[in-house]
């Protein structure tokens, strides 16, 4: 089999896990690397180990999925719902919580070589339709973020790292009168009512949900 995972540590400790229970684990890259390189030795089936969190590392593990074209199995500390719903659009066979037993992991990869998915249908679908209403709500807030000026996105990202007002307003050398402007402005393009509830859109635009 082969293996994927965010971080080297990551690949190093599952590999020794897996060789202890007779796994061969025939090839190791980070979950960013080119779909080729798990294809070495001829692996039947694959794990990726992964945190998804953020949306561009969430694109970079659907587009190995994409890209290797074996039976995989995802082993994530992402919450169930939407997120596994990308995963297992974008071609694995089972996606499995990061606190899963050994012998569930064993399981699952066995179940994916030997050509049986970890998930039935119905499930499939309703976590896969989780995730089309997670990425119309991020398409939604892309759209949102691009109306801003580019003040503004500058003001929102301050307000992001938790600068006040009238800290944003030093920083650009105007009235304060002036900052509340632009944060009103940002406030009625994301049609919310608050600076906190602004904050937690744009967190929702750079990061997916945890729950």
Request: net charge negative.
């Amino acid at each position: 089999m082969a293996l994927s995972a965010d971080e080297t540590m990551t690949l190093d400790a599952v590999r020794v896990a897996l060789e202890e229970r007779d796994i061969t684990v025939t090839a190791t890259a980070a979950t960013g690397a080119d779909p080729a390189d798990l294809l070495l030795g001829e692996p039947a089936t694959w794990l990726v180990v992964t945190d998804i969190d953020e949306w561009a590392h969430l694109e970079r593990v659907c587009a190995l999925f994409r890209g290797v074209r074996l039976p995989g199995v995802a082993l994530t500390t992402a919450p169930r719902g939407g997120l596994w719903g990308a995963l297992l659009e974008a071609g694995a066979v089972e996606v499995l919580a990061a606190d899963a037993d050994s012998d569930t992991i064993e399981g699952a990869l066995r179940d994916a070589a030997d050509g049986r998915r970890g998930h039935t249908p119905v499930e499939v679908e309703g976590l896969v339709a989780q995730w089309h209403l997670m990425r119309e709500g991020r398409e939604r807030m892309r759209r949102l973020v691009a109306s801003l000026t580019a003040r503004e996105r500058e003001v929102l990202e301050l307000l992001y790292a938790g600068d006040t007002v009238a800290e944003i307003a030093e920083h650009f050398g105007v009235a304060q009168t002036t900052e509340r402007t632009q944060v009103k402005s940002i406030l009625r393009k994301f049609e919310v009512g608050s600076q906190l509830a602004a904050v937690a859109a744009y967190d929702r635009f750079l990061r997916p949900p945890r729950s």
